[in-house]
């Protein structure tokens, strides 16, 4: 144990306490709730840094950092469906949830198949993450219909975007062995 491990572990703590504070009756809790998605945030960040930096990559970390990451966003993405009641918003969020399932699934198979490679992280991926991260700071933070939600909404449509894109790239760059094992 270490401390980007720490760090992951602390997100997937984080994520009960999310949901707690996004549905406590206090004008402050939706700020309150945006606060912690934003720690969150940075412990991602944090735990891949300090783990590079001081040489601590486990397997263990490699496992759950990812784990961590889309469990935090699917819960995330789930409390702001049912809060937005909106098309315009489950939509979004249900192509990011769908593509975390697909790619997810993907990189498991193409890890049995000894590829993982094909499908590693790639610099889109990040940016899409890094709005997605915003798109739900900003919607957790701020009511339905505010001009910072809307601003929310939008990014989240790019994240989606860029989700669908990224998805294609990787399905594209797994295709040759996907196609062999027809």
């Given at each position: 144990m270490n401390i980007p491990?720490?760090?992951?572990?602390?997100?997937?703590?984080?994520?009960?306490?999310?949901?707690?504070?996004?549905?406590?009756?206090?004008?402050?809790?939706?700020?309150?709730?945006?606060?912690?998605?934003?720690?969150?945030?940075?412990t991602d960040w944090l735990d891949g840094y300090l783990a590079r930096r001081w040489d601590q990559a486990t397997p263990f970390g490699a496992f759950l950092d990812p784990v961590a990451d889309k469990l935090m966003v699917v819960v995330a993405l789930a409390l702001l469906i049912e809060r937005f009641d909106s098309m315009?918003?489950?939509l979004p969020a249900l192509v990011i949830i769908g593509r975390e399932i697909v790619i997810s699934a993907l990189r498991e198979w193409m890890?049995?198949?000894?590829?993982?490679?094909?499908?590693?992280?790639?610099?889109?991926?990040?940016?899409?993450?890094?709005?997605?991260?915003?798109?739900?700071?900003?919607?957790?933070?701020?009511v339905p219909g505010t001009q910072l939600a809307v601003v929310g909404v939008a990014t989240l449509y790019v994240a989606a975007i860029l989700t669908l894109w990224s998805m294609v790239l990787y399905l594209r760059?797994?295709?040759?062995?996907?196609?062999r094992s027809m």
């Open positions: 491990n720490i760090l992951t572990l602390a997100r997937i703590a984080f994520i009960p306490l999310l949901v707690v504070f996004f549905y406590l009756p206090f004008v402050w809790s939706m700020p309150l709730a945006a606060g912690l998605f934003a720690l969150a945030a940075v315009w918003l489950t890890a049995e198949m000894g590829k993982r490679g094909s499908v590693a992280v790639s610099w889109l991926g990040k940016v899409k993450t890094t709005l997605q991260m915003i798109a739900l700071l900003l919607l957790l933070a701020f760059s797994a295709w040759p062995h996907l196609s």
